[in-house]
């Protein structure tokens, strides 16, 4: 499986390894959030996951299904998936091996955050520290979104082959889900969004991501086993996974930090990268001088 990647920074610095949410693509995480981790002494990998970008697709012409997956899923019966969570984690064991990273802190946003947790869990010797943002631990009582957020997550372009019809759903769909304290323009997203369809688009791909994430059920009983020091960061105004879900995913993770910031929904707004890439580094440092004499 081939996975885009960037390497940002000194290649003999600690890594730290960037993995994004769902159909989202390496562009996603800011370009001032990953400066400010390298100016802190940090060599940055940020990729775009399987199914997604410029990586590799997975075989098979097959459409998702994702209401019966849903309802499986609900019902407690296994989910049909072509990979799984834990498959895309390995893709980033893979990506560390690719590019001798032996440890690394492990950042994952929203469904990156989930396949960061699975990477700490079955790969704990490949973690320095863990960061979990705007992510879940699959306990479904917490983690329903608003009415808005659910619908506007379920509509679909009106013309779904042409670009600008995409870049504007995906514009009402950030504007929904986006962080009210910290709001973009639609001019912002416009031209935001646009750049990441204009690299590369393809709803089939997030369709296969999201039956994975399905497939993954409640995790709490795996994040118990979670060993890393960790940081939990989780927008008070997230309207898609609510914060009660940041606060779940803490407390199952032993010794985890908690993080809540006011204003932030389910996005990376600008206003808020210096705070946030300040919170991390600060993670990582606390714990890589540690985790690295532990080794």
């Known amino acids: 499986m081939h996975i885009e990647y960037e390497s940002l920074g ?11 949410g769902l159909g989202m693509q390496l562009t996603a995480w800011p370009d001032s959030f990953c400066r400010t981790l390298v100016a802190r002494g940090y060599r940055v990998i940020r990729f775009d996951n399987r199914d997604c970008g410029l990586s590799g697709r997975a075989p098979g012409k097959k459409r ?7 309802a499986a899923s609900a019902l407690g019966l296994p989910v049909r998936t072509p990979y799984t969570l834990e498959d895309m984690a390995g893709d980033t064991i893979g990506l560390m091996d690719r590019l001798g990273i032996d440890r690394a802190h492990i950042v994952g946003a929203s469904m990156g955050g989930m396949i960061a947790q ?8 490949r973690v320095l520290s863990l960061t979990s943002i705007m992510s879940t631990s699959g306990n479904r009582k917490v983690s329903k979104p608003t009415k808005p957020a659910r619908k506007v997550l379920l509509a679909r372009p009106a013309d ?17 889900i986006g962080s009210p304290g910290y709001p973009s323009t639609r001019e912002e997203l416009r031209s935001r969004i646009g750049r990441s369809v ?13 039956l994975a994430v399905i497939a993954s059920g409640d995790r709490r009983k795996l994040l118990h086993t ?15 996974v609510p914060p009660a879900a940041g606060r779940d995913t803490a407390q199952n993770i032993p010794g985890a930090a908690l993080l809540v910031i006011d204003g932030m929904g389910h996005d990376f707004p600008e206003a808020l ?16 001088a540690l985790q690295q004499a532990a080794a």
Do not use: W
Not at 198 to 210: C, F, I, K, S
Not at 273 to 288: F, K, V
């Open 198 to 210: 204009r690299r590369a688009y393809d709803p089939a791909g997030v369709a296969r991501q999201l």
């Open 10 to 20: 000194d290649a003999t610095h600690p890594a730290v390894v960037l993995i994004m």
């Open 273 to 288: 990268m210096l705070r946030l890439a300040t919170a991390i580094a600060d993670h990582c440092e606390r714990n890589g």
């Open 64 to 70: 998702a299904n994702l209401l019966l997956a849903m």
């Open 226 to 240: 979670i060993a890393a020091p960790t940081l939990v960061i989780h927008g008070a105004a997230d309207p898609l």
């Open 118 to 125: 699975v990477l700490a869990a079955k790969h704990p010797q």
């Open 160 to 176: 779904p082959k042409n670009p600008d019809s995409v870049i504007e759903h995906l514009v009402e769909m950030f504007g929904v």
